[in-house]
């Protein structure tokens, strides 16, 4: 074991550059959001809801229909992305509107979704 420690001494990371890294790392309230946030958006319901609002902001009903479900379902769906701040509403009388709620949410998505394609 110790002459393993030896070796990577001698031709691993430098402990300067360690050190450096060290000062970098994510706290562990941080990697746990992100990780939930990565979680919510790994259901195929809420991934087609994203992409819906990506292009206009819509209304439960018409999300809908777009997605063919029902409106309790998409209701249910569109909570949770309210609860990690993906998605965001405003009230027009009696119907409310949701849409993304900043453009770090398009570019998440937008990324990932370039990625999948470039793999193919």
């Known amino acids: 074991m110790e ?5 990577c001494q ?8 360690i050190e450096e890294l ?13 990780a939930d946030v990565f979680k919510i958006l790994g259901d195929p319901t809420r991934i087609k809801i994203i992409h819906t609002l990506a292009k206009q902001e819509l209304c439960v009903c018409d999300i809908s229909e ?4 029902s409106q309790s379902a998409i ?8 609860e990690f701040k993906l998605v965001k ?3 027009e ?5 949701y849409s993304l709620d900043d453009d ?9 979704l370039e990625h999948v394609k470039e793999g193919k």
Do not use: A, N, P
Request: aromatic share 8%; charged share 35%.
């Open 3 to 7: 002459d393993d420690k030896l070796v």
């Open 10 to 17: 001698e031709y691993c990371v430098q402990s300067k550059i």
């Open 22 to 34: 060290k000062k970098d790392e994510l706290s562990e309230e941080v990697i746990t959001q992100l």
């Open 66 to 69: 777009l997605l063919r479900m």
């Open 75 to 82: 209701s249910h769906q569109l909570r949770k992305l309210r």
């Open 89 to 91: 509403y405003r009230r």
């Open 93 to 97: 009388g009696r119907v409310v509107y």
């Open 104 to 112: 770090h949410v398009l570019q998440l998505f937008s990324q990932g």
